[in-house]
């Protein structure tokens, strides 16, 4: 029985032993990864900057800051941390819960001056014996154009020392510039649905009455016909005026663009012609929302309803490699290339309503803004126009782009 019970413990001790020596190979492979103290506390930095920018980035708001205020407590070093917005104190993580009427009013104070202050244990009193807060330091958050938008308190258990006064306000400047930029996002959405919005006031008093009226005069004399012009007009405005969605794909533009022109075919009747050369490979495509559409919709209101006999309006898709190349081409009467590039300097300048003459300038301007918005100025419209020449409109879109896929 002794004999067996010697080899069990040596069988432990092996394994126990075996066990050890792993785990110092793990933690030796772990130390290969990140060599130095410098490389693993730099790692450990942006790491933690990473997981706190993310929630930030959302704006600032109680659940954010709930989010974000633990990581900014571990980048500051603070034994508790705060942040607050022009009125309230938003999240608090570590020590100072029962400071927070004082934190909240030096940090209103920090808003309304724009100035960081060092609290003492005499600014922060308290009745508790075991409190171990005797310090805190307080730094204004600032937003875009320079307005404070909150404020980032660091509580400390002795009186601030300038290490911990000084990545207060370093970790508060950065933080500030990431709420910054959840601003500039925010701005930037809202720009985007103004600009989507133009377009539908764009299309909307004209097509739609046009459009109404085709219909009508088909519902005595073909009322079935009547009925499909109905539904196409139906789905038409649906995609039109969908309010969600900053990106479509092509296969779902050129769905809709063709219930336009079927509806214009129904009104031009044979006047109206359309040639589509669409590669299958692009149809997935992503692109901006309402971004082919104007340019169809201007050949044929600018392009082909001035003109007397046939037109042709030719939509092309070719696939280029890593982009998209398309093509909206009408026979239309064109217009003097130096008219169109004052309009659309006009445009600009202009704060009021473009008015009826100006709508291809606004369409042309919108949709050209919107590709360099997403995808870089290299990315513009290619206008080729003159008199009595019609006028050829060209993009390029990147099949994949960070950021940008339809739906978003």
Excluded at 89 to 99: I, Q, S, V
Excluded at 139 to 166: C, E, I, N
Excluded at 237 to 249: C, L, N, Q, V
Excluded at 264 to 279: S, Y
């Amino acid at each position: 029985m002794g004999g067996n019970l010697s080899a069990v413990f040596g069988v432990v001790s092996l394994v126990t032993a075996l066990g050890a020596a792993l785990f110092a190979v793990g933690r030796l492979r772990a130390r290969r990864g990140i060599a130095t103290a410098t490389q693993r506390a730099t790692y450990e930095v942006l790491h933690t900057a990473g997981l706190a920018a993310e929630p930030l980035r959302a704006g600032l708001s109680p659940a954010g800051a709930a989010k974000a205020v633990r990581h900014l407590r571990a980048l500051v070093g603070a034994v508790g941390l705060a942040l607050t917005d022009r009125d309230a104190l938003l999240a608090l993580d570590g020590r100072g819960t029962h400071h927070g009427e004082q934190l909240l009013g030096a940090a209103r104070r920090a808003v309304t001056t724009g100035r960081s202050t060092v609290l003492g244990e005499s600014e922060l009193r308290c009745d508790r014996v075991d409190c171990p807060v005797r310090g805190a330091v307080v730094a204004p958050l600032t937003g875009t154009d320079a307005r404070v938008v909150g404020a980032l308190v660091a509580v400390a258990d002795g009186p601030p020392a300038p290490g911990l006064v000084q990545a207060t306000l370093e970790t508060a400047h950065w933080a500030g510039n990431q709420l910054a930029l959840a601003e500039l996002d925010s701005s930037r959405e809202r720009l985007a649905r103004a600009e989507i919005r133009a377009l539908r006031a764009q299309i909307s008093p004209h097509f739609i009455y046009n459009a109404l009226t085709a219909i009508g005069s088909f519902v005595r004399t073909d009322p079935e016909r009547a009925r499909e012009l109905i539904l196409e007009f139906a789905e038409f405005t649906r995609y039109s005026f969908r309010a969600h969605g900053e990106f479509t794909t092509l296969a779902e533009e050129l769905r809709s663009i063709d219930r336009y022109l079927t509806i214009e075919r129904a009104r031009f009747g044979d006047r109206l012609q359309v040639r589509l050369q669409i590669a299958p490979e692009v149809l997935p495509v992503t692109l901006p929302f309402l971004c082919l559409q104007p340019l169809v919709e201007n050949a044929v209101r600018h392009g082909l309803s001035r003109k007397p006999g046939t037109g042709m309006v030719s939509i092309e898709a070719r696939d280029a490699g890593a982009e998209c190349h398309i093509t909206v081409e009408d026979d239309g009467v064109g217009m003097d290339p130096t008219t169109l590039t004052a309009g659309i300097a006009e445009l600009a300048r202009s704060t009021g309503d473009p008015g009826e003459d100006s709508g291809q300038h606004v369409g042309l301007s919108n949709v050209d803004e919107r590709l360099r918005s997403v995808f870089g100025d290299g990315f513009g419209l290619v206008v080729e126009t003159g008199l009595g020449s019609g006028t050829k409109v060209s993009m390029r879109v990147p099949k994949f782009h960070p950021g940008v896929r339809a739906g978003s």
